[in-house]
């Protein structure tokens, strides 16, 4: 019965989640906010990186689809991300990321931005203005290159990239940034 209590706290944590990325991008507009009669702060831009959703075995050459499960979390980080503002998507021309952005709520006619190198989503990441906030995303092999590449800062050797993490980075105008990880969807178990 070890389970149950991970269980509830895994469903408590998935509750929580949509208010605790709320509340991060409502202090990041109260940063931007400025004092009656002073000049515009300086402001921060917010960005969450994922990995796709979980997806078929790849096979060489492939560009396998996203399994039920895959399916499943793309849904819910749509749940997750309603009340969100994203002002930018990006993903790469792999069906397994722009199906895991699919769902996402849109203004009638926008699309998510494709870009396959880690360079140049960093290069659009580091041009949107200040306040705005844009998902990436990503493959287990660039969430860390993203990462390191908008905050200075390598994750932790060993820092598992699973399905379920979301990294969410804030960067002010001087460049400084911070980084919050969360987890969204059904768990991912990590063997250790």
């Not at 000049?39 to 399994?67: F, K, M, N, W, Y």
């Not at 009340?83 to 895991?100: A, G």
């Not at 379920?164 to 940034?177: H, K, L, Y």
């Amino acid at each position: 019965m070890a389970a149950a209590p991970r269980i509830r706290q895994a469903a408590a944590m998935r509750r929580a989640l949509p208010a605790m990325v709320c509340l991060l991008v409502i202090s990041a507009w109260r940063a931007n906010a400025a004092e009656p009669g002073a000049a515009p702060a300086s402001g921060v831009t917010t960005i969450i990186i994922v990995r796709h959703a979980e997806a078929e075995p790849a096979q060489p050459g492939g560009d396998p689809a996203l399994t039920a499960d895959g399916r499943a979390r793309a849904l819910e980080l749509a749940r997750v991300l309603a009340d969100t503002p994203l002002r930018s998507v990006y993903t790469t021309h792999y069906q397994r990321n722009r199906s895991t952005a699919e769902p996402l709520p849109r203004h009638a006619g926008e699309k998510p931005t494709v870009i396959d190198d880690v360079p140049g989503i960093l290069r659009a990441l580091r041009s949107e203005p200040a306040g705005a906030t844009a998902l990436v995303v990503g493959h287990s092999n660039t969430v860390g290159e993203l990462v390191r590449g908008l905050t200075g800062q390598p994750l932790p050797a060993g820092e598992p990239i699973v399905f379920d993490r979301m990294w969410i980075v804030t960067r002010a105008r001087d460049g400084s940034a911070s980084l919050l990880r969360l987890h969204y969807g059904a768990p991912v178990v990590v063997a250790r």
